[in-house]
Structures are given as structure tokens and as C-alpha cells.
């Protein structure tokens, strides 16, 4: 089958005339998001994609390849923890605006519930270690985000010098982490921004 992608024939094989890369690789995140990585089989993803398995492997090469570029998907079209951090003043009103933004995320209607990358790969059989390491750095690459924050908060005197800004920032990534399993329990956003005000409470115990 001979497409043409931006202007150009391509000869790969498998692949229906209507494949959208951008749409399916959309599909493949809701699938992973809901039901996990090793909990998402290929015949989970191309249902959902609306492809044959030669097609997906022809686009994407595996399953593990799929899921890390739906990962990256996922952090640029619904969120990365702490990716924007810096466009508020004050550190304190960013974070509650951090955890407040998370908790509404977490519970919106009509997609699955919680965060694709919080509690994801937690654990998993020996032979999807790879990906479970992928996914534990870009949870730690955002823990590394918030600590940056916060130590500009404290070098522009807006938190007690003594602030030790890796607890502080592994305990706001703890309640994201804790606000997604919530989530995913079937709590509410407003059980949730509860969580919320007590988080936000004990940032603010540090301020300058």
C-alpha cells in the first residue's frame, strides 16, 4: 500500500490509507492511562487505535516504544508535573495552584481518572524493568523541577533559609502521587482540594 504522508509517497506496508499517527498515538495514551502498562495488551491498543498489530509495529516498532512516546505525548498535551513552573512570583500561591490544577485533572469527566505518570509502572515483571526505570525518571526528573522552585523561593527570601528544599519538594510530589491513587479510588475534586489545604498549609509553615 503506497501513502502519502506531507506530500510524499511512503512505501511501508500494513498501514490503512486513514492512519492518523497523532489521533491513534491519542488512543494508545487513553488505553495506557486507564489500564496500564503490562494491564494494556496489542489487541487493547489496536482496537483502540483502530489499526492492525502490523501497522502499530510498523509505526511505532513495539509496545515499549509505543508506550514511552505516549508518555511524552501525554506530558505535552495533558501535563508535566512542574513543567511551567516559574510563571508565578510566589512560590507558596504556585504550588497551591500546582496541587489545585492536579487535583481538577485528576477527576475531569470523560477521561481516565488520575495521573498517567504518577503511579505508573509502580511495579512490574522482571522483563519491563526498562520501562518502569523510563517512567521512575521522569517522575524523579519532575521532583527535580519542584526542588528547583523552591530553592529560588528561598534565594529570593520568600521561604526560611532553612527550608530543606528535597523533603519539601518529595513531600508536594507525594501528595500528587497520593491525590492520583485518590483519584482513581473515586474520590471527588472537592475531597480532593481538602488534601489540598492541608498540603498547602504546611508549605506556607515555611515561609520566610
Not at 30 to 47: C, K, N, P, V
Not at 96 to 105: E, P, Q, R, T, W
Not at 127 to 150: K, T, W
Not at 172 to 196: F, H, N, R
Request: aromatic residues 6%; neutral net charge; hydrophobic residues 40%.
Amino acid at each position: 500500500m503506497i501513502v502519502v504522508k506531507n506530500g510524499e509517497p511512503s512505501s511501508r506496508r500494513g498501514r490503512p490509507r486513514s492512519f492518523d499517527r497523532d489521533a491513534a498515538l491519542a488512543k494508545a495514551v487513553e488505553t495506557f492511562w486507564r489500564h496500564g502498562y503490562e494491564g494494556t495488551s496489542i489487541a487493547d491498543l489496536t482496537g483502540a487505535m483502530g489499526i492492525t498489530a502490523q501497522s502499530l509495529y510498523a509505526a511505532f516498532s513495539s509496545k515499549a516504544d509505543l508506550y514511552r512516546e505516549a508518555l511524552s505525548w501525554y506530558q505535552t498535551h495533558v501535563g508535566s508535573l512542574g513543567a511551567d513552573l516559574g510563571e508565578e512570583s510566589d512560590v507558596v500561591a504556585e504550588m497551591a495552584a500546582l496541587l489545585a490544577g492536579s487535583a481538577h485533572a485528576f477527576t475531569r469527566p470523560g477521561r481516565p481518572r488520575g495521573c498517567m505518570i504518577s503511579t505508573s509502572v509502580l511495579t512490574c515483571a522482571v522483563e519491563n524493568e526498562p520501562i518502569a526505570r523510563h517512567v521512575q525518571a521522569l517522575r524523579g526528573a519532575s521532583i527535580d523541577r519542584l526542588r528547583a522552585r523552591i530553592e529560588r523561593g528561598i534565594a529570593e527570601g520568600q521561604l526560611k533559609p532553612t527550608t530543606d528544599s528535597q523533603a519539601l519538594a518529595r513531600f508536594i510530589g507525594a501528595m500528587i502521587q497520593g491525590m492520583s491513587v485518590q483519584a482513581q479510588d473515586g474520590a471527588s475534586e472537592a475531597t480532593l482540594l481538602t488534601i489540598v489545604d492541608h498540603a498547602v498549609a504546611e508549605i506556607a509553615r515555611h515561609r520566610a
